[in-house]
Nanobody
Framework: QVQLVESGGGLVQAGGSLRLSCAAS????????MGWFRQAPGNEREFVAAISGGGSSRYYGDSVNGRFTISRDNAMSTVYLQMNSLKPEGTAVYYC?????????????????WGQGTQVTVSS
């Protein structure tokens, strides 16, 4: 049974930082592209970042590029999202996802497994 469990969300002031973690089980993590998406109330799910199985390729959404960094530790079956210079519009539920086939990194439909999400709230 595949499980993706996000942690590290919380309340932070604008300009602050948070580090999200996604612990994976039930799959061989190094064979999966891992991604982060976010969804605010009333909005569609938005691509944040993705990383290839070996970690050599990284992709970022335009709104977070330069401020967020995705990384992974396959030995620990964990993916991280370091978020710096957070903005109030970054308030959302952040989801971790895993893709077994490398389709377009930013397309949510290309991911096979999803976590339950962790809430990030950025106050102004």
């Amino acid at each position: 049974q595949v499980q993706l469990v996000e942690s590290g969300g919380g309340l932070v002031q604008a300009g602050g930082s948070l580090r999200l973690s996604c612990a994976a089980s039930g799959l061989t993590v190094r064979m999966y592209r891992m991604g982060w998406f976010r969804q605010a109330p009333g909005n569609e799910r938005e691509f944040v970042a993705a990383i290839s199985g070996g970690g050599s390729s990284r992709y970022y959404g335009d709104s977070v590029n330069g401020r967020f960094t995705i990384s992974r530790d396959n030995a620990m079956s964990t993916v991280y999202l370091q978020m710096n210079s957070l903005k109030p519009e970054g308030t959302a539920v952040y989801y971790c996802a895993a893709a077994s086939v490398y389709r377009t990194a930013a397309a949510a439909a290309g991911y096979d497994y999803w976590g339950q999400g962790t809430q990030v709230t950025v106050s102004s």
